[in-house]
Protein backbone atom coordinates (compact mmCIF):
# COMPACT_ATOMS: atom_id res chain seq x y z
CA UNK A 1 0.00 0.00 0.00
CA UNK A 2 1.23 3.65 -0.89
CA UNK A 3 1.83 6.12 1.90
CA UNK A 4 3.12 8.98 -0.32
CA UNK A 5 0.32 11.11 -0.82
CA UNK A 6 -2.16 11.26 -3.81
CA UNK A 7 -1.17 12.73 -6.78
CA UNK A 8 -3.66 16.12 -7.33
CA UNK A 9 -4.46 15.82 -11.12
CA UNK A 10 -6.66 17.89 -13.92
CA UNK A 11 -7.41 16.91 -17.49
CA UNK A 12 -7.95 19.26 -20.51
CA UNK A 13 -9.61 18.24 -23.37
CA UNK A 14 -12.52 15.95 -22.60
CA UNK A 15 -12.99 14.43 -25.92
CA UNK A 16 -12.83 11.21 -27.97
CA UNK A 17 -9.89 9.84 -26.55
CA UNK A 18 -10.13 11.76 -23.41
CA UNK A 19 -12.63 9.09 -22.34
CA UNK A 20 -10.12 6.14 -22.16
CA UNK A 21 -7.34 8.84 -19.94
CA UNK A 22 -10.05 9.21 -17.47
CA UNK A 23 -10.99 5.56 -16.98
CA UNK A 24 -7.30 5.06 -16.42
CA UNK A 25 -6.67 7.67 -13.89
CA UNK A 26 -9.70 6.70 -12.12
CA UNK A 27 -8.08 3.25 -11.79
CA UNK A 28 -4.89 3.95 -10.85
CA UNK A 29 -4.56 4.24 -6.69
CA UNK A 30 -2.85 7.44 -5.20
CA UNK A 31 -4.35 9.73 -8.28
CA UNK A 32 -6.98 11.89 -7.69
CA UNK A 33 -8.91 13.46 -10.72
CA UNK A 34 -9.59 17.12 -8.86
CA UNK A 35 -11.06 18.85 -12.18
CA UNK A 36 -11.64 18.61 -15.93
CA UNK A 37 -12.11 20.87 -18.66
CA UNK A 38 -13.21 21.48 -21.94
CA UNK A 39 -14.05 24.30 -23.71
CA UNK A 40 -17.10 22.40 -24.22
CA UNK A 41 -19.52 22.94 -21.12
CA UNK A 42 -21.30 19.70 -21.75
CA UNK A 43 -18.54 17.43 -22.35
CA UNK A 44 -16.80 18.88 -19.20
CA UNK A 45 -19.61 18.75 -17.14
CA UNK A 46 -20.27 14.98 -18.38
CA UNK A 47 -16.62 14.39 -17.53
CA UNK A 48 -17.23 15.77 -13.99
CA UNK A 49 -20.18 13.47 -13.30
CA UNK A 50 -18.90 10.17 -14.98
CA UNK A 51 -15.16 10.56 -13.35
CA UNK A 52 -16.62 11.96 -9.99
CA UNK A 53 -14.52 15.03 -10.20
CA UNK A 54 -14.76 18.20 -7.86
CA UNK A 55 -15.01 20.65 -10.88
CA UNK A 56 -15.54 21.20 -14.00
CA UNK A 57 -14.16 24.45 -16.43
CA UNK A 58 -14.60 25.66 -19.44
CA UNK A 59 -11.35 27.74 -19.40
CA UNK A 60 -7.77 26.22 -18.47
CA UNK A 61 -6.71 29.72 -17.39
CA UNK A 62 -9.42 29.78 -15.01
CA UNK A 63 -8.83 26.22 -13.48
CA UNK A 64 -5.37 26.65 -13.28
CA UNK A 65 -5.67 29.80 -10.90
CA UNK A 66 -8.05 28.39 -9.09
CA UNK A 67 -6.54 24.78 -8.39
CA UNK A 68 -3.75 23.50 -6.52
CA UNK A 69 -2.67 20.52 -8.93
CA UNK A 70 0.47 18.30 -9.17
CA UNK A 71 -0.20 17.87 -13.01
CA UNK A 72 -2.26 18.26 -15.86
CA UNK A 73 -2.87 15.92 -18.75
CA UNK A 74 -3.19 18.03 -21.67
CA UNK A 75 -5.53 15.65 -24.56
CA UNK A 76 -6.57 18.42 -27.09
CA UNK A 77 -5.52 18.07 -30.08
CA UNK A 78 -2.08 19.57 -30.99
CA UNK A 79 -2.79 23.16 -32.50
CA UNK A 80 -3.79 24.12 -28.30
CA UNK A 81 -1.18 22.19 -27.15
CA UNK A 82 2.25 25.06 -26.96
CA UNK A 83 -0.05 27.70 -25.10
CA UNK A 84 -1.76 25.15 -22.61
CA UNK A 85 1.98 23.98 -21.47
CA UNK A 86 2.76 27.80 -21.36
CA UNK A 87 -0.34 28.18 -18.49
CA UNK A 88 0.70 25.11 -17.02
CA UNK A 89 4.50 25.92 -16.43
CA UNK A 90 3.34 29.36 -15.33
CA UNK A 91 1.79 27.89 -12.17
CA UNK A 92 4.57 25.05 -11.83
CA UNK A 93 2.20 22.26 -12.99
CA UNK A 94 3.65 19.11 -14.26
CA UNK A 95 2.69 17.77 -17.89
CA UNK A 96 1.52 14.95 -20.17
CA UNK A 97 0.78 16.09 -23.74
CA UNK A 98 -1.11 13.83 -26.13
CA UNK A 99 1.10 13.39 -29.50
CA UNK A 100 1.72 14.54 -31.71
CA UNK A 101 3.03 17.40 -29.51
CA UNK A 102 2.59 20.09 -31.89
CA UNK A 103 1.82 21.05 -35.62
CA UNK A 104 5.77 22.22 -35.82
CA UNK A 105 9.38 20.78 -34.80
CA UNK A 106 9.53 24.87 -33.12
CA UNK A 107 6.75 24.28 -31.31
CA UNK A 108 7.96 20.54 -29.83
CA UNK A 109 11.35 22.01 -29.41
CA UNK A 110 9.78 25.06 -27.55
CA UNK A 111 7.24 23.24 -25.43
CA UNK A 112 10.31 21.11 -24.48
CA UNK A 113 12.63 23.99 -23.34
CA UNK A 114 9.60 25.79 -21.71
CA UNK A 115 9.30 22.66 -19.35
CA UNK A 116 12.86 22.57 -18.89
CA UNK A 117 13.62 25.66 -18.42
CA UNK A 118 10.78 25.97 -15.23
CA UNK A 119 12.11 22.43 -14.02
CA UNK A 120 9.22 20.56 -14.85
CA UNK A 121 8.30 17.10 -15.44
CA UNK A 122 6.85 16.46 -19.29
CA UNK A 123 6.10 13.09 -21.03
CA UNK A 124 3.93 13.02 -24.13
CA UNK A 125 1.05 10.38 -24.24
CA UNK A 126 3.20 8.26 -26.77
CA UNK A 127 1.14 4.71 -25.61
CA UNK A 128 2.23 2.36 -28.36
CA UNK A 129 5.38 1.72 -27.12
CA UNK A 130 3.74 0.67 -24.05
CA UNK A 131 0.83 -1.87 -25.39
CA UNK A 132 1.37 -5.36 -23.89
CA UNK A 133 1.86 -7.45 -26.99
CA UNK A 134 5.02 -4.88 -27.74
CA UNK A 135 6.33 -4.48 -24.44
CA UNK A 136 5.64 -8.81 -24.83
CA UNK A 137 8.46 -8.29 -27.89
CA UNK A 138 10.49 -5.82 -26.54
CA UNK A 139 11.24 -7.80 -23.68
CA UNK A 140 11.61 -10.92 -25.53
CA UNK A 141 14.36 -9.14 -27.37
CA UNK A 142 15.95 -7.49 -23.63
CA UNK A 143 16.38 -10.97 -22.60
CA UNK A 144 18.40 -11.68 -25.39
CA UNK A 145 16.54 -14.38 -27.32
CA UNK A 146 17.42 -13.66 -30.40
CA UNK A 147 20.51 -11.86 -29.86
CA UNK A 148 21.34 -8.91 -31.50
CA UNK A 149 18.69 -7.75 -33.92
CA UNK A 150 19.68 -6.58 -37.31
CA UNK A 151 16.13 -6.22 -39.35
CA UNK A 152 12.49 -5.03 -38.30
CA UNK A 153 9.61 -4.88 -39.73
CA UNK A 154 6.60 -2.32 -38.41
CA UNK A 155 3.46 -2.98 -39.72
CA UNK A 156 -0.10 -1.24 -39.28
CA UNK A 157 -2.41 -1.94 -42.03
CA UNK A 158 -6.33 -1.16 -42.06
CA UNK A 159 -9.38 -0.31 -43.65
CA UNK A 160 -11.20 1.07 -40.20
CA UNK A 161 -13.11 4.14 -40.48
CA UNK A 162 -10.89 6.04 -38.01
CA UNK A 163 -12.59 9.27 -39.60
CA UNK A 164 -16.30 8.66 -38.12
CA UNK A 165 -14.73 8.93 -34.42
CA UNK A 166 -12.06 11.39 -35.08
CA UNK A 167 -13.71 13.56 -38.43
CA UNK A 168 -10.80 16.07 -38.25
CA UNK A 169 -8.25 13.59 -39.69
CA UNK A 170 -10.08 13.52 -43.05
CA UNK A 171 -9.36 17.48 -43.17
CA UNK A 172 -6.14 17.56 -42.48
CA UNK A 173 -3.70 17.61 -45.16
CA UNK A 174 -0.91 15.49 -43.66
CA UNK A 175 -2.69 12.59 -42.59
CA UNK A 176 -1.12 9.20 -41.30
CA UNK A 177 2.64 9.97 -40.89
CA UNK A 178 1.79 12.41 -38.36
CA UNK A 179 -1.34 10.91 -36.91
CA UNK A 180 -0.59 6.94 -36.56
CA UNK A 181 3.19 7.07 -38.30
CA UNK A 182 4.60 8.89 -35.44
CA UNK A 183 3.21 5.78 -33.04
CA UNK A 184 4.53 2.85 -35.50
CA UNK A 185 7.94 5.19 -36.16
CA UNK A 186 8.04 5.49 -32.46
CA UNK A 187 7.81 2.07 -31.66
CA UNK A 188 10.74 1.67 -34.49
CA UNK A 189 13.09 3.59 -31.95
CA UNK A 190 12.12 1.83 -28.95
CA UNK A 191 13.09 -1.57 -31.05
CA UNK A 192 15.83 -0.66 -32.86
CA UNK A 193 17.87 2.49 -31.62
CA UNK A 194 18.11 6.18 -33.32
CA UNK A 195 18.19 6.46 -37.22
CA UNK A 196 20.60 7.43 -39.36
CA UNK A 197 18.62 8.21 -42.64
CA UNK A 198 14.92 7.39 -43.69
CA UNK A 199 13.60 7.21 -47.02
CA UNK A 200 9.53 7.25 -47.46
CA UNK A 201 7.04 6.93 -49.62
CA UNK A 202 3.44 8.09 -49.62
CA UNK A 203 -0.09 7.67 -51.06
CA UNK A 204 -2.92 8.89 -51.46
CA UNK A 205 -5.73 6.62 -51.81
CA UNK A 206 -9.41 7.76 -50.22
CA UNK A 207 -10.19 10.27 -52.46
CA UNK A 208 -12.81 11.64 -49.25
CA UNK A 209 -9.68 12.60 -47.26
CA UNK A 210 -7.53 15.23 -47.03
CA UNK A 211 -4.21 13.25 -46.50
CA UNK A 212 -1.66 10.74 -47.60
CA UNK A 213 -3.34 7.45 -46.09
CA UNK A 214 -0.41 5.30 -46.94
CA UNK A 215 3.15 5.61 -45.85
CA UNK A 216 6.34 3.46 -46.51
CA UNK A 217 9.19 3.87 -44.63
CA UNK A 218 12.93 2.26 -45.60
CA UNK A 219 14.91 2.67 -42.01
CA UNK A 220 18.87 2.59 -41.79
CA UNK A 221 19.89 2.42 -37.94
CA UNK A 222 22.86 4.24 -36.33
CA UNK A 223 24.06 0.71 -35.19
CA UNK A 224 23.55 -0.66 -38.81
CA UNK A 225 20.67 -2.35 -38.42
CA UNK A 226 17.52 -1.76 -40.80
CA UNK A 227 13.39 -1.78 -40.81
CA UNK A 228 10.50 -0.86 -42.59
CA UNK A 229 8.18 0.65 -41.51
CA UNK A 230 4.35 0.41 -42.76
CA UNK A 231 1.27 2.07 -42.26
CA UNK A 232 -1.58 2.07 -44.25
CA UNK A 233 -5.39 2.77 -43.82
CA UNK A 234 -6.53 1.95 -46.95
CA UNK A 235 -6.22 -1.81 -46.68
CA UNK A 236 -9.42 -3.65 -47.11
CA UNK A 237 -8.90 -7.33 -45.67
CA UNK A 238 -11.26 -9.10 -43.51
CA UNK A 239 -10.87 -10.25 -40.84
CA UNK A 240 -10.05 -6.15 -40.30
CA UNK A 241 -7.22 -6.27 -38.17
CA UNK A 242 -7.45 -2.40 -36.67
CA UNK A 243 -5.20 -1.38 -34.63
CA UNK A 244 -3.01 -4.57 -34.14
CA UNK A 245 0.68 -3.57 -34.84
CA UNK A 246 2.50 -6.89 -36.26
CA UNK A 247 6.01 -7.07 -35.67
CA UNK A 248 8.67 -9.30 -36.91
CA UNK A 249 12.10 -8.28 -35.62
CA UNK A 250 14.92 -10.19 -36.77
CA UNK A 251 18.59 -11.34 -34.88
CA UNK A 252 21.70 -12.89 -35.11
CA UNK A 253 20.00 -16.19 -32.93
CA UNK A 254 16.27 -16.28 -33.98
CA UNK A 255 13.02 -13.84 -34.84
CA UNK A 256 10.40 -12.83 -33.02
CA UNK A 257 7.24 -12.26 -34.57
CA UNK A 258 3.89 -10.34 -33.01
CA UNK A 259 1.78 -11.56 -35.10
CA UNK A 260 -2.32 -11.07 -35.52
CA UNK A 261 -4.51 -12.49 -33.08
CA UNK A 262 -2.07 -11.31 -31.20
CA UNK A 263 0.27 -13.80 -30.70
CA UNK A 264 3.83 -14.11 -30.22
CA UNK A 265 5.58 -16.52 -31.51
CA UNK A 266 9.84 -16.27 -31.29
CA UNK A 267 11.97 -18.58 -32.94
CA UNK A 268 15.60 -19.04 -30.86
CA UNK A 269 18.16 -21.21 -31.49
CA UNK A 270 16.20 -23.52 -33.31
CA UNK A 271 13.12 -23.93 -31.20
CA UNK A 272 9.71 -22.32 -31.91
CA UNK A 273 7.62 -21.11 -28.97
CA UNK A 274 3.99 -19.36 -29.39
CA UNK A 275 1.68 -17.52 -26.44
CA UNK A 276 -0.93 -15.55 -26.85
CA UNK A 277 -0.34 -11.83 -25.55
CA UNK A 278 -3.53 -10.30 -26.00
CA UNK A 279 -4.48 -7.93 -23.38
CA UNK A 280 -5.97 -7.69 -20.40
CA UNK A 281 -9.51 -6.33 -20.85
CA UNK A 282 -10.93 -3.89 -17.88
CA UNK A 283 -14.54 -3.36 -17.68
CA UNK A 284 -14.27 -0.27 -19.38
CA UNK A 285 -12.65 -1.20 -22.59
CA UNK A 286 -14.37 -2.22 -25.92
CA UNK A 287 -13.24 -4.95 -28.14
CA UNK A 288 -11.30 -3.84 -31.05
CA UNK A 289 -9.81 -0.55 -28.86
CA UNK A 290 -8.72 -2.98 -26.07
CA UNK A 291 -5.54 -3.07 -26.88
CA UNK A 292 -4.55 1.05 -27.07
CA UNK A 293 -7.05 1.33 -24.08
CA UNK A 294 -5.30 -0.60 -21.76
CA UNK A 295 -2.02 1.18 -23.23
CA UNK A 296 -3.22 4.26 -21.87
CA UNK A 297 -3.32 2.26 -18.52
CA UNK A 298 0.20 0.82 -19.03
CA UNK A 299 1.43 4.93 -19.83
CA UNK A 300 -0.63 6.61 -17.22
CA UNK A 301 1.08 3.87 -14.26
CA UNK A 302 4.38 4.53 -15.78
CA UNK A 303 4.07 8.73 -15.54
CA UNK A 304 3.15 8.06 -11.60
CA UNK A 305 6.06 4.89 -11.16
CA UNK A 306 8.51 7.15 -13.03
CA UNK A 307 7.33 10.03 -10.66
CA UNK A 308 7.47 8.07 -7.43
CA UNK A 309 11.01 6.67 -8.45
CA UNK A 310 12.52 10.57 -9.16
CA UNK A 311 13.18 9.04 -12.98
CA UNK A 312 12.29 10.61 -16.27
CA UNK A 313 9.72 9.04 -17.93
CA UNK A 314 10.55 6.70 -21.16
CA UNK A 315 8.62 8.83 -23.37
CA UNK A 316 9.86 12.26 -22.30
CA UNK A 317 9.86 15.43 -24.33
CA UNK A 318 13.19 15.35 -25.11
CA UNK A 319 12.57 11.63 -26.04
CA UNK A 320 9.61 12.35 -28.58
CA UNK A 321 11.90 14.98 -30.35
CA UNK A 322 13.56 12.39 -31.91
CA UNK A 323 10.06 10.30 -33.07
CA UNK A 324 9.00 13.77 -34.34
CA UNK A 325 12.03 14.24 -35.84
CA UNK A 326 11.22 11.21 -37.81
CA UNK A 327 7.58 11.99 -38.70
CA UNK A 328 9.07 15.24 -40.45
CA UNK A 329 12.19 13.50 -42.11
CA UNK A 330 9.72 10.61 -43.65
CA UNK A 331 7.42 14.14 -45.33
CA UNK A 332 10.63 15.90 -46.08
CA UNK A 333 11.24 12.37 -47.97
CA UNK A 334 8.37 11.65 -49.49
CA UNK A 335 8.18 15.25 -50.75
CA UNK A 336 11.71 15.46 -52.26
CA UNK A 337 12.19 11.61 -53.36
CA UNK A 338 15.37 12.32 -51.19
CA UNK A 339 16.84 10.31 -48.06
CA UNK A 340 16.85 12.40 -45.23
CA UNK A 341 19.00 12.06 -42.21
CA UNK A 342 16.42 13.07 -39.44
CA UNK A 343 17.51 15.99 -37.36
CA UNK A 344 19.40 15.02 -33.63
N1 LIG B 1 -2.48 8.03 -28.39
C1 LIG B 1 -3.53 7.55 -29.03
O1 LIG B 1 -3.67 6.35 -29.21
C2 LIG B 1 -4.55 8.53 -29.54
C3 LIG B 1 -5.77 8.09 -30.08
C4 LIG B 1 -6.69 9.06 -30.51
C5 LIG B 1 -6.38 10.42 -30.40
N2 LIG B 1 -5.16 10.78 -29.90
C6 LIG B 1 -4.78 12.20 -29.79
O2 LIG B 1 -5.56 12.79 -28.77
C7 LIG B 1 -5.74 14.19 -29.06
C8 LIG B 1 -7.21 14.50 -28.98
O3 LIG B 1 -7.86 13.79 -30.00
P1 LIG B 1 -9.44 13.50 -29.95
O4 LIG B 1 -9.74 12.67 -31.12
O5 LIG B 1 -9.82 13.02 -28.59
O6 LIG B 1 -9.99 14.99 -30.19
P2 LIG B 1 -11.42 15.60 -29.83
O7 LIG B 1 -11.62 16.74 -30.79
O8 LIG B 1 -12.46 14.54 -29.75
O9 LIG B 1 -11.22 16.17 -28.35
C9 LIG B 1 -10.51 17.33 -28.07
C10 LIG B 1 -11.30 18.11 -27.01
O10 LIG B 1 -10.50 19.20 -26.56
C11 LIG B 1 -11.35 20.33 -26.35
N3 LIG B 1 -10.50 21.51 -26.41
C12 LIG B 1 -9.80 22.00 -27.46
N4 LIG B 1 -9.07 23.07 -27.10
C13 LIG B 1 -9.31 23.27 -25.78
C14 LIG B 1 -8.84 24.22 -24.84
N5 LIG B 1 -7.96 25.18 -25.17
N6 LIG B 1 -9.28 24.14 -23.58
C15 LIG B 1 -10.16 23.17 -23.21
N7 LIG B 1 -10.65 22.25 -24.06
C16 LIG B 1 -10.22 22.30 -25.34
C17 LIG B 1 -12.39 20.24 -27.46
O11 LIG B 1 -13.57 20.94 -27.14
C18 LIG B 1 -12.61 18.72 -27.54
O12 LIG B 1 -13.66 18.29 -26.72
C19 LIG B 1 -5.11 14.41 -30.45
O13 LIG B 1 -3.84 15.00 -30.29
C20 LIG B 1 -5.01 13.00 -31.04
O14 LIG B 1 -3.92 12.85 -31.94
C21 LIG B 1 -4.28 9.87 -29.47
Not at 126 to 135: A, V
Not at 140 to 151: K, P
Request: aromatic share 6%.
Amino acid sequence: MTTEPRLRMALIGCGFFAQNHLHAWASIPGVEIVAVCDRDAAKAEAARTTFGAARAYTDAAAMMAAEKLDFVDIATTMQTHRALVELAASHGVHVIVQKPLAPSIEDCRAIVEICERAGLRLMVHENFRFQSPILAARKALAEGRIGRAHFLQASFRSGYDVFSGQPYLATEKRFILIDLGIHILDVCRAIMGEVETLYCQTQHINPKIAGEDVATSLIRHQNGGVSIVDCSYASRRLPEPFPQTLLRIEGEHGTIELLEGYRLRVTSEGTVTEQSVEPETPAWTQKPWHVLQESVLNLERHWVESWRAGKSPETSGADNLRTYGLVMAAYASAESGSIIQPAA
